[in-house]
């Protein structure tokens, strides 16, 4: 049995502006901190957190604004269920 979830509640509370060509949508931008080279450097992972079809077309080497920042697409995939995707990020 299928059940009905209303995929908005989830982003609802923590999402930001995502454009991608004509396409504007909600997003969960994350960007963790990480330790590189024995905790001498800090680097920023960016990636979003997308409902799976809001920008179709959406591909590695893809520009996006997110939040009023451009950034590149990476390497989107599906997580989980396939109701959500990831999309990691370089900044421009």
């Known amino acids: ?3 009905d979830e209303d995929l908005d509640a ?3 509370d923590f999402a930001v502006d995502a454009t991608f060509g ?3 949508g909600k997003v969960i931008l994350d960007m963790p901190d990480q330790l590189l080279g024995g905790g001498e450097v ?3 992972d960016y990636k979003i957190i997308y409902k ?3 920008f179709p077309g959406l591909a590695y080497g893809s520009a996006i604004t997110v939040d009023g920042q451009s950034y590149t697409v990476r390497e989107p995939r ?3 269920d ?3 995707s990831e999309a990691p990020l370089s900044k421009v």
């Open 1 to 3: 049995m299928a059940i």
């Open 10 to 12: 989830y982003t609802d």
């Open 22 to 24: 004509a396409i504007t």
């Open 42 to 44: 800090i680097s920023t």
């Open 52 to 54: 799976t079809g809001l």
């Open 78 to 80: 599906l997580i989980d």
């Open 82 to 84: 396939g109701k959500f």
